[in-house]
């Protein structure tokens, strides 16, 4: 399975910006197959896709970040990112990377952000 490092997170006011990074440990064909997403898990609530990237880069978001998030991918980096603009209190939680290949999902161990005056 995949090692995934997240970074980025942070404590932002409404309305800035911030931008989440996923940094994979594989080699880079094996990273170009993963399916890649970002989840997030506000206190006392479950866990949620936030938005998604296909091994051919096909991307899908939830309704609540839609025009305001924006996932990417560098295969020859290894690297997933997260680029939120808009940011909104109701945004914050811990934000996961996650990987999915064959079945297997890789989880990163979150990175917190925080979106309040």
């Known amino acids: 399975q995949v090692q995934l490092v997240e970074s980025g997170g942070g404590l932002v006011q409404p309305g800035g910006s911030l931008r989440l990074s996923c940094a994979a440990s594989s080699s880079r064909f094996i990273f170009s197959l993963y399916a890649m997403g970002w989840y997030r898990q506000a206190p006392g609530k479950q866990r949620e896709l936030v938005a998604a990237?296909?091994?051919?880069?096909?991307?899908n978001y939830a309704d609540s970040v839609k025009g305001r998030f924006t996932i990417s991918r560098d295969n020859a980096k290894n690297m997933v990112y997260l680029q939120m603009n808009g940011l909104k209190p109701e945004d914050t939680a811990v934000y996961y990377c996650n990987g999915e290949l064959t079945g297997r999902s890789s989880w990163g161990q979150g990175t917190q952000v925080t979106v309040s005056s």
């Open positions: 990237i296909s091994s051919s880069g096909n991307t």
